[in-house]
């Protein structure tokens, strides 16, 4: 990542057109026309680079890496495992994945191929080790790619297998395991680990233990694939940095895990842009982008973004003049030194032939994408001073991967629509909309470096996060958690003695029922009686809790539990807790996060109103703040006097804001500001 520039480009797959010379050179032009800098090649060339077993032909990559690098273009070069060749599947049927039926798949897609298989990781190992020898030292190679877009599981005899080790190596006896699952219901108990069986629909799926640890296995192995890939490089003298590219809010995995075995976390943004108002969609992909960033605390890589309209979306909805742009600086205000696209050209025929792509079928530099491509190139080589800039958040949402797959398999309040992931949203939003920076993390993170922590929702307990959370507030800090939480263990069994399990001390109540409220249901918080206030829609949950010290300040307004407590607050040593009881809206979450960040004492990093359509974000150097200001409308925002008079004495490095205070449509402005005092 030491190159002084913002990285532009995106996936560049050359070996579709090997027989067509002259449209590998027109790239040549065209790219350097774009102000494209750096591509990633290589991930879905395996059939080329060994076309038959044991015959490497890696001569035309190398060829493509030569030229590019003379005109000024960098490359992230891809291992190929994400999509086997043919003689593979053919040859070795065990590379194959078998799925939750124990049906073997047929050759085909692209992750369709076991991480256990010791013939896959030692066919995936030997092209691993051709491609680091030949690029090791290459100059113009400037990161390793591993794979792509990792995900699935297999469930073939050597999955159950390694499933097996892990569980004795996690648990060391099966009476634990037994005790750990809760087994002892409807009669499932284990006498030995070799009885274990993977979940599946035609077999056992209702012991909520082994459906939690067997996500857990399924992240470790790809872990594990993913670390003896980046081996087999480093083995054959490959020093450059590594990186996997992750996906939007993906359920199979816990990136947590494998952030940890990459030096630079990247990922693909397909947002659903125009199908809500965009600043709602910019929100939602916001979050991921600062999830991206808070799990390794460092810039990440925009790895994949579509310059015109994916193809395998419900509905391929072209994003309208200036929204690529306004997308592209909302990845690197969030964290991001790259803006990388998928593609650089569009490919002739297959699955993806009609995704969108900086040259189309047309073949010319002559339309409205590839314009706005080149403008959107011609901005990211002014402002190289952005690459490597941090963002220091003192505010955290946490979102954990571990907690939603419990979430989701909880079988009750509410089997369809518990919401973790919207009421997250919703918290983040109102956050943001205040004008402040937020971390995105998990559990296993510390809660030390902020001073206003979000825990919505933290049905399972695990890395000690109630521990962490009492230490917070007893410090000082402000903690705003909700319904729904400190239910289970990590084994997802239920705490006995009283929920939240831990923090019932620090909120100041406890748990006594929760109601599942129908689609069409709702209720209503209110003041408690006799005080002025707004009135809040709730849906979905209603937790009925007992105080045990916290402050009312919003009950019920119907049903059987009209007058109990529905929003809380407790002091517990010098920090304060809020204990949000039901599902409430984001008018909710605005009023309440207003009221929390003034009590944490944080200031935002704009004073006065900030008009609903725009997002603030910033990055700091050791001299410089860089304040990111968008406007996700299609029509002019208006800034107000005092938030203008936030940046007064700043450098306008981007954008326009006119003499009254108006930002265009999809207008993105960027004000450098000095950290130490200078003007």
């Given at each position: 990542m030491r190159h002084g520039s913002l990285w532009h480009g995106g996936?560049?797959?050359?070996?579709?057109?090997?027989?067509?010379?002259?449209?590998?050179?027109?790239?040549?032009?065209?790219?350097?026309?774009?102000?494209?800098?750096?591509?990633?090649?290589?991930?879905?060339?395996?059939?080329?680079?060994?076309?038959?077993?044991?015959?490497?032909?890696?001569?035309?990559?190398?060829?493509?890496?030569?030229?590019?690098?003379?005109?000024?273009?960098?490359?992230?070069?891809?291992?190929?495992?994400?999509?086997?060749?043919?003689?593979?599947?053919?040859?070795?049927e065990e590379v194959l994945r078998v799925d939750e039926m124990r049906r073997r798949q047929l050759f085909g897609r692209r992750h369709n191929h076991c991480y256990t298989s010791p013939v896959y990781r030692e066919k995936v190992k030997l092209v691993n080790e051709r491609l680091a020898e030949?690029?090791?030292?290459?100059?113009?190679?400037?990161?390793?790619?591993?794979?792509?877009?990792?995900?699935?599981?297999?469930?073939c005899p050597l999955c159950q297998a390694a499933f097996r080790k892990w569980l004795e190596k996690r648990y060391g006896s099966v009476d634990r395991l037994n005790r750990s699952w809760c087994t002892a219901f409807w009669s499932h108990v284990y006498q030995s680990f070799d009885q274990v069986e993977s979940p599946s629909s035609i077999g056992e799926s209702m012991v909520h233990g082994l459906n939690l640890d067997w996500k857990r296995f399924v992240t470790d192995q790809t872990a594990d694939f993913l670390k003896w890939e980046i081996d087999s490089l480093k083995e054959a003298g490959a020093a450059q940095p590594v990186t996997t590219n992750l996906m939007y809010d993906y359920r199979g995995l816990n990136y947590k895990k494998l952030s940890q075995e990459v030096?630079?976390?990247?990922?693909?943004?397909?947002?659903?842009?125009?199908?809500?108002?965009?600043?709602?969609?910019?929100?939602?992909?916001?979050?991921?982008?600062?999830?991206?960033?808070?799990?390794?605390?460092?810039?990440?890589l925009l790895m994949e973004s579509c310059p015109g309209s994916p193809n395998w979306q419900g509905v391929s909805k072209l994003k309208k003049p200036g929204l690529l742009k306004l997308a592209s600086w909302q990845a690197v205000a969030h964290?991001?030194?790259?803006?990388?696209?998928?593609?650089?050209?569009?490919?002739?025929?297959?699955?993806?032939?009609?995704?969108?792509?900086?040259?189309?079928?047309?073949?010319?530099?002559?339309?409205?994408?590839?314009?706005?491509?080149?403008a959107i190139g011609k901005e990211l080589a002014l402002l190289g001073e952005l690459a490597g800039t941090g963002v220091r958040p003192r505010v955290a949402l946490i979102y954990d991967a571990e907690n939603r797959w419990a979430i989701e398999d909880t079988q009750g309040p509410r089997n369809k629509g518990l919401y973790y992931h919207e009421t997250c949203v919703k918290v983040y939003s109102a956050i943001k909309k205040l004008g402040f920076n937020v971390d995105v993390i998990t559990m296993e993170d510390s809660l030390e470096d902020y001073r206003l922590v979000a825990a919505p929702m933290l049905y399972l307990y695990r890395s000690k996060i109630g521990e962490k959370m009492e230490e917070f507030v007893r410090s000082g800090g402000q903690l705003v958690t909700t319904y729904w939480s400190g239910i289970v263990d990590e084994a997802d069994r239920c705490f006995l003695g009283g929920t939240p399990h831990g923090l019932r001390e620090v909120v100041g109540l406890r748990s006594a029922e929760i109601d599942g409220l129908y689609d069409w249901e709702r209720n209503y918080m209110v003041p408690v009686s006799g005080e002025k206030g707004k009135r809040y829609e709730c849906r979905n949950l209603c937790d009925l809790v007992k105080l045990e010290g916290a402050e009312v300040l919003m009950v019920y307004e119907t049903d059987f539990y009209k007058g109990y407590p529905a929003l809380t607050r407790n002091s517990y040593g010098k920090g304060d807790a809020y204990y949000v009881c039901a599902d409430a809206g984001q008018d909710f979450y605005d009023d309440l996060f207003r009221k929390a960040v003034d009590e944490a004492g944080i200031r935002p990093l704009v004073e006065g109103s900030i008009p609903e359509e725009v997002e603030v974000t910033s990055r700091e150097s050791e001299q410089y703040e860089y304040l990111f200001l968008q406007n996700f409308s299609q029509t002019p925002a208006m800034l107000e006097q005092e938030l203008l008079n936030s940046f007064s004495e700043g450098r306008l490095l981007l954008g326009e804001i006119s003499g009254r205070g108006e930002m265009a449509p999809y207008e993105t402005v960027i004000i450098r500001r000095s950290l130490r005092g200078e003007p």
């Amino acid at each position: 990542m030491r190159h002084g520039s913002l990285w532009h480009g995106g996936d560049y797959n050359p070996e579709q057109w090997l027989e067509e010379p002259e449209i590998l050179e027109n790239d040549l032009e065209y790219m350097k026309e774009a102000g494209i800098n750096t591509v990633t090649m290589g991930m879905f060339s395996w059939s080329f680079l060994e076309p038959e077993e044991g015959r490497f032909r890696l001569s035309w990559l190398k060829d493509r890496v030569n030229k590019l690098y003379e005109q000024g273009i960098y490359t992230i070069l891809g291992t190929p495992s994400g999509a086997r060749p043919k003689w593979l599947a053919d040859q070795y049927e065990e590379v194959l994945r078998v799925d939750e039926m124990r049906r073997r798949q047929l050759f085909g897609r692209r992750h369709n191929h076991c991480y256990t298989s010791p013939v896959y990781r030692e066919k995936v190992k030997l092209v691993n080790e051709r491609l680091a020898e030949e690029f090791k030292s290459h100059p113009g190679v400037r990161m390793w790619h591993i794979s792509n877009e990792y995900g699935g599981e297999c469930h073939c005899p050597l999955c159950q297998a390694a499933f097996r080790k892990w569980l004795e190596k996690r648990y060391g006896s099966v009476d634990r395991l037994n005790r750990s699952w809760c087994t002892a219901f409807w009669s499932h108990v284990y006498q030995s680990f070799d009885q274990v069986e993977s979940p599946s629909s035609i077999g056992e799926s209702m012991v909520h233990g082994l459906n939690l640890d067997w996500k857990r296995f399924v992240t470790d192995q790809t872990a594990d694939f993913l670390k003896w890939e980046i081996d087999s490089l480093k083995e054959a003298g490959a020093a450059q940095p590594v990186t996997t590219n992750l996906m939007y809010d993906y359920r199979g995995l816990n990136y947590k895990k494998l952030s940890q075995e990459v030096d630079v976390v990247s990922w693909d943004t397909y947002p659903l842009w125009h199908k809500e108002k965009e600043v709602l969609t910019a929100r939602d992909n916001g979050m991921q982008h600062d999830y991206m960033r808070s799990l390794k605390k460092k810039p990440f890589l925009l790895m994949e973004s579509c310059p015109g309209s994916p193809n395998w979306q419900g509905v391929s909805k072209l994003k309208k003049p200036g929204l690529l742009k306004l997308a592209s600086w909302q990845a690197v205000a969030h964290g991001s030194d790259s803006v990388l696209y998928f593609q650089i050209r569009q490919s002739r025929g297959s699955s993806e032939k009609f995704h969108g792509a900086v040259i189309d079928h047309y073949g010319k530099t002559d339309t409205r994408v590839f314009e706005e491509v080149k403008a959107i190139g011609k901005e990211l080589a002014l402002l190289g001073e952005l690459a490597g800039t941090g963002v220091r958040p003192r505010v955290a949402l946490i979102y954990d991967a571990e907690n939603r797959w419990a979430i989701e398999d909880t079988q009750g309040p509410r089997n369809k629509g518990l919401y973790y992931h919207e009421t997250c949203v919703k918290v983040y939003s109102a956050i943001k909309k205040l004008g402040f920076n937020v971390d995105v993390i998990t559990m296993e993170d510390s809660l030390e470096d902020y001073r206003l922590v979000a825990a919505p929702m933290l049905y399972l307990y695990r890395s000690k996060i109630g521990e962490k959370m009492e230490e917070f507030v007893r410090s000082g800090g402000q903690l705003v958690t909700t319904y729904w939480s400190g239910i289970v263990d990590e084994a997802d069994r239920c705490f006995l003695g009283g929920t939240p399990h831990g923090l019932r001390e620090v909120v100041g109540l406890r748990s006594a029922e929760i109601d599942g409220l129908y689609d069409w249901e709702r209720n209503y918080m209110v003041p408690v009686s006799g005080e002025k206030g707004k009135r809040y829609e709730c849906r979905n949950l209603c937790d009925l809790v007992k105080l045990e010290g916290a402050e009312v300040l919003m009950v019920y307004e119907t049903d059987f539990y009209k007058g109990y407590p529905a929003l809380t607050r407790n002091s517990y040593g010098k920090g304060d807790a809020y204990y949000v009881c039901a599902d409430a809206g984001q008018d909710f979450y605005d009023d309440l996060f207003r009221k929390a960040v003034d009590e944490a004492g944080i200031r935002p990093l704009v004073e006065g109103s900030i008009p609903e359509e725009v997002e603030v974000t910033s990055r700091e150097s050791e001299q410089y703040e860089y304040l990111f200001l968008q406007n996700f409308s299609q029509t002019p925002a208006m800034l107000e006097q005092e938030l203008l008079n936030s940046f007064s004495e700043g450098r306008l490095l981007l954008g326009e804001i006119s003499g009254r205070g108006e930002m265009a449509p999809y207008e993105t402005v960027i004000i450098r500001r000095s950290l130490r005092g200078e003007p």
